[in-house]
């Protein structure tokens, strides 16, 4: 059996979508951190939901906390804007799951409903269902991932449908939280300067607009792409103020 687990803060827009398609699943755990909007009404209203409140302490630590109220081994993360497609739902109903295996599930990225199949963000294989009495989530505040040292890993077949933003201004409080996490996550552990923020923010925008053919995805692309390069020099540059700010105190 499959307990489905889901982080959530101010997913209203998102969630009832997300939650529709783990109704197969008789074990979904949202674990709310902070909402002020109607999520946690939203996920209350389905039978299968378990919802816990709890902090936030960057994604691994939090993700692995969430799994500890699942009421089955294997864990499916799933995030509060992401929708089981129908393959997949069948796939997992059927699979016969080894538990020193961790599956990969394959996304499709969306801007409000507009697919996008460029920048990087088409047809990623990013590990999301595991058995939780054989691995975790290592603890990194931000790009957590499973850990995989121990175990082999498999592709799973159908897609999870990635509904990451809807407006512009999201691509804004993203950059400014994941940036804040990476530059704590990495205090005294990375160096960095102004010049390497800016070197690492052009090298994104060149990455994703071109080598990724972001272009290719119209004014959607050009969005991702400056997304990206601001994400990253606001990420260079915290952590140059940070690591600055400590060794003058």
């Not at 799951?97 to 990225?109: Q, R, V």
Request: hydrophobic share 40%.
């Amino acid at each position: 059996m499959i307990s489905a687990v889901i982080l959530a803060k101010n997913s209203e827009k998102t969630i009832a979508k997300t939650l529709e398609s783990l109704k197969f699943l008789d074990d979904v755990v949202v674990y709310d951190n902070g909402s002020s909007d109607k999520t946690m009404q939203i996920a209350k209203s389905f039978a299968n939901v378990n919802l816990v409140q709890g902090e936030f302490r960057g994604f691994g630590w939090t993700k692995n906390i969430a799994a500890t109220f699942a009421k089955n081994d294997w864990i499916l993360m799933i995030d509060s804007d992401e929708v089981v497609d129908d393959e997949l739902k069948n796939c997992l109903l059927t699979k016969q799951l080894d538990k020193n295996c961790i599956y990969k599930l394959n996304f499709k990225a969306f801007y409000k409903d507009i697919e996008v199949k460029h920048c990087g963000w088409s047809n990623q294989l990013i590990k999301r269902l595991y058995n939780k009495t054989t691995t975790s989530y290592n603890n990194s505040g931000v790009h957590e991932d499973i850990i995989s040292s121990a175990h082999h890993t498999e592709v799973l077949e159908g897609n999870v449908e990635h509904y990451s933003y809807h407006s512009i201004s999201q691509f804004i409080q993203k950059a400014d939280l994941y940036s804040t996490l990476f530059a704590k996550s990495n205090q005294h552990i990375k160096n960095s300067s102004p010049l390497k923020a800016f070197l690492n923010a052009a090298y994104s925008f060149i990455k994703t607009y071109f080598f990724k053919r972001g272009f290719l995805d119209g004014y959607v692309g050009l969005v991702i792409a400056v997304s990206h390069a601001v994400t990253n020099f606001y990420k260079y540059i915290k952590l140059y103020e940070l690591n600055s700010e400590d060794s003058h105190n």
